[in-house]
């Protein structure tokens, strides 16, 4: 079977998330993941190297993840990405500059790596069952099970479809 890699940009505070999360996702042989500790760091690699999806902490550092995706978009707007920002809590300010930036969606901290995973592959539109070729273990079979694709009470998706930047109505 045949398919395309997809690139994913880790770029969070915590170098132990960032760790924990690179890991999770390297186990995946479509995935090609890369781990960043500075924003200008993704930025500079993004402007030679595709990435598909950006996962990011809301805020990094003095700035925030909607900030980093203006400044993409204005530097780079010939690359088409997805963010996927990590918070503890979205105020309504949040909100309203991640919708502005663009961003996808926002996962609302403490989550799984596991979870991460999936909505990544959610997001990308990977069949993560066809293409996964290693033994699943009982935990995350039973994770898959109790947790519909796009159903989760953790994601704040600001724009209705995948790819979307229509703007479509928040979520309450």
Do not use: W
Request: negative net charge; aromatic residues 6%; glycine residues 4%.
């Amino acid at each position: 079977m045949s398919t395309d890699k997809k690139y994913v940009g880790i770029l969070t505070t915590s170098p132990a998330l960032g760790s924990i999360l690179a890991m999770v996702l390297d186990c995946e042989e479509q995935l090609v993941v890369h781990n960043f500790t500075f924003a200008n760091n993704l930025v500079r690699h993004m402007r030679i190297a595709p990435i598909d999806i950006i996962v990011c902490d809301y805020e990094i550092g003095r700035s925030s993840a909607a900030e980093l995706a203006i400044e993409l978009q204005s530097k780079i707007p010939e690359r088409k990405f997805q963010i996927i920002a990590l918070s503890e809590f979205v105020s309504e300010r949040t909100r309203q500059a991640c919708k502005f930036a663009n961003i996808d969606e926002v996962i609302i901290k403490p989550m799984s790596p596991l979870f991460v995973r999936d909505r990544i592959f959610s997001r990308l539109d990977i069949d993560k069952m066809a293409i996964s070729n290693r033994p699943q273990t009982g935990d995350e079979n039973q994770y898959r099970h109790n947790h519909a694709k796009y159903d989760n009470s953790n994601v704040i998706e600001l724009f209705g479809g995948n790819n979307s930047h229509q703007g479509e109505e928040l979520h309450p």
